[in-house]
């Protein structure tokens, strides 16, 4: 224990000087704010001794996170919701650092094109493609869900504006004799918008936008993803917070996965790397499941795809409203 400097005890106050609560000798910290019990005046040295010392402190928890994270699958999520906390880093701070690393990796590695890869961008496929674009009437489309009303719509008006570079609404509606109301003329605005999008240098802007709010979007589904696992886990001694850990560092250690695919297969040009990466993941993932429930590997293996069915579901309904509030707010 440091009994040097600042923390001689001939240094020790009466009181905290942060916060007035009365303190005795032995009290080396305020047990009120947590300010150390000193009246020394803070030196060039105690300055830089503390600066070092908070700076190993936090790289000791994060080795220490790192190595339960990475080579004992549940154990840093089962240790942390049991109390053992000092060792580890923050849940949530970790998987933000770590994923904000990965989305930093990702857009490098992604959105920076070469120019012998820049073939046809894949989201007006379907808009340049003239033979299999049919003209629905307005009675075949009211047949149809919103979904698919909505996007057979915009590649009809999207392939009209491509033919006859018609820029107003009513003009074009009046030509495929649909209606003409507010949301039609905003649809076909918005196909002459995702047209358009199409840089002088070949980028998909759509693409760009979708993915700067990929981040946000995964911040937003984790939470749902765990109120899904505590149903499933409803009759386990575990809260929603517990749930909610444990997807913390299970997301961030698939972004740690993904990260150094990504950088391998960039480097070595193939994809084989990202596919090792899902499959260590799932073989990590059931690991986890099987040490922080603490169930029988029988109830670990039906938990287990029950939960990664749930996640594709979830994943699915997420990409499609993601793409179409991106096709709206673009």
């Known amino acids: 224990m440091n009994q040097k400097g600042r923390f001689l005890k001939k240094y020790r106050g009466a009181e905290c000087l942060n916060c007035q609560v009365p303190l005795e000798e032995i009290d080396r910290y305020c047990h009120q704010c947590g300010q150390i019990n000193t009246t020394k ?56 650092s770590i994923s904000i690393i990965f989305f930093i990796i990702f857009y490098s590695t992604h959105l920076i094109i070469s120019e012998n890869e820049r073939n046809e961008p894949i989201l007006y496929n379907s808009f340049e493609n003239q033979d299999t674009v049919i003209n629905y009437t307005e009675k075949q489309l009211d047949t149809m869900s919103v979904f698919g009303s909505i996007s057979k719509r915009i590649k009809m008006y999207s392939d009209h504006y491509v033919k006859t570079e018609t820029t107003s609404p ?61 149903i499933l886990y409803v009759r386990r001694p575990f809260n929603y917070m517990d749930h909610l850990i444990f997807i913390f560092h299970t997301q961030t250690l698939f972004f740690i996965l993904f990260g150094i695919a990504t950088i391998i297969s960039r480097l070595f040009d193939a994809k084989i790397f ?22 029988s590997v029988g109830k670990t293996i039906v938990k287990f795809l029950l939960v990664n069915i749930l996640f594709s579901i979830l994943a699915a309904i997420g990409i499609v409203l993601m793409f179409s509030i991106s096709i709206f707010l673009y």
């Open 274 to 295: 990202n596919k090792i990466a899902f499959i260590l993941f799932l073989i990590y993932l059931f690991l986890a499941m099987k040490r922080f429930y603490q169930q």
């Open 41 to 96: 005046k803070l030196s060039l040295q105690d300055f830089f001794i503390e600066y070092f010392s908070n700076l190993f402190s936090y790289d000791s928890r994060l080795r220490h996170t790192m190595a339960s994270l990475l080579f004992k699958p549940g154990k840093i999520s089962r240790e942390y919701i049991d109390g053992k906390r000092v060792k580890y880093t923050n849940p949530f701070r970790f998987y933000l």
């Open 170 to 230: 009513d003009i074009a509606l009046d030509s495929l004799k649909h209606k003409k109301n507010n949301y039609t003329r905003y649809l076909y605005k918005r196909a002459i918008k995702l047209t358009d999008l199409k840089d002088k240098d070949g980028s998909d802007q759509l693409l760009k936008f979708i993915f700067n709010k990929l981040p946000l979007s995964i911040f937003f589904f984790l939470p749902i993803f765990a109120l899904t696992i505590w």
